[in-house]
């Protein structure tokens, strides 16, 4: 199972130069296959579907931003410096219209933040709802895969131990286990 850890790696990995959150969803899609095809009567099979959902936890919480709001939502175009100018539907001018140098610069850079922020915030919405697919999945993963017995809560909680999961998502994993 290392083979798919690695691969989920390397989507994280792509996602990291790339922005796209398109990557994060394709390695959803490899741990989502490994948790259909575990048997419950394999318990190996059980176990290496678990940790690679763990890995992509990890990764996923290391590009999730605890400081996103999303009640500031990005506001489309940039206020023009200028009037008496076009404004295009984007709500944006052309910035060859301000005759000024410096508030053409200071406009393209507001612009170019403008751009940024609506990006950053558009990937932290996609991240926050494929963590919620991902918890989704892996609860029923679990309540197929694992028991209420002894030695499976204990199997459950060493692949935690070895995991870097945060201590938050250790606990709320640790929940979704049957008890007896």
């Not at 691969?7 to 994060?24: N, V």
């Not at 909680?157 to 995991?163: E, H, Y």
Request: contains cysteine.
């Amino acid at each position: 199972m290392e083979a798919l850890e690695k691969e989920i790696q390397q989507k994280f990995s792509e996602f990291s130069k790339q922005q796209d959150p398109g990557l994060i969803h394709q390695a959803l899609d490899l741990v989502e296959a490994a948790q259909r095809d575990a048997e419950p009567s394999h318990a190996a099979s059980c176990r290496d579907a678990l940790s690679a959902s763990l890995t992509f936890l990890v990764e996923l919480d290391q590009h999730i931003d605890p400081a996103w709001d999303q009640a500031k939502d990005p506001v489309r175009g940039v206020p023009s410096p200028v009037s008496g100018v076009r404004v295009y539907g984007t709500g944006e001018i052309d910035p060859a219209d301000i005759p000024d140098p410096a508030l053409r610069a200071r406009y393209i850079q507001d612009l170019r933040a403008n751009k940024e922020y609506r990006a950053y915030y558009n990937t932290q919405f996609r991240l926050r709802r494929i963590d919620e697919s991902a918890m989704l999945f892996l609860e029923r993963f679990i309540q197929r895969c694992y028991t209420a017995s002894p030695q499976q809560r204990a199997e459950v909680d060493r692949l935690l131990a070895a995991s870097s999961v945060t201590a938050e998502r250790r606990n709320r994993l640790r929940n979704l286990v049957p008890r007896g």
